[in-house]
């Protein structure tokens, strides 16, 4: 299997613009810039963003795939994953977790969790520090 996607651009780094688009349209030409890159509060994604996305996403998943394993159904799970940047290096990646799922208890939502923070396919790809925490709702 192969996922793909592309980036157009036009201009130097810091006046010009660009889109990313995914195969599967659910980016079409959505515009990225230097702004976007390196601002706050600018309308347009980034790569770091794109990333933070994948990887809440991917984590979520594994989440949901070890619950469902060990015999629990879960009600809901929300995920956010926060990307940390110092100059131009990723120096980590924070991902927080809440949800439940009945009959689960808290230790083993949270163990869960912390195994999916470094096993799920986006935490193994990147060579950085993930950490996590889990909120677990009843």
């Known amino acids: 299997m192969k996922r793909t996607a592309s980036a157009h651009w036009q201009g130097n780094l810091k006046e010009g613009k660009g889109t990313l688009s995914t195969s599967s349209g659910i980016l079409k030409s959505a515009p990225y810039s230097f702004t976007t890159r390196f601002e706050e509060g600018k309308q347009g994604t980034n790569p770091e963003e794109l990333l933070a996305a994948a990887h809440a996403g991917c984590f979520t998943m594994a989440v949901s795939s070890m619950l ?28 927080k977790i809440s949800g439940y799922a009945h009959g ?35």
């Not at 131009?88 to 924070?94: D, E, F, R």
């Open 104 to 138: 689960l208890k808290k230790d083993e939502f949270v163990s869960i969790t912390e195994m999916a923070a470094k096993t799920c396919i986006i935490s193994k790809a990147l060579n950085v520090a993930i950490t996590s925490e889990a909120t677990f709702e009843h």
């Open 68 to 95: 469902t394993a060990k015999g629990f159904t879960p009600d809901n799970l929300r995920s956010e994953a926060q990307v940390s940047m110092e100059g131009l290096a990723i120096t980590g990646v924070h991902l």
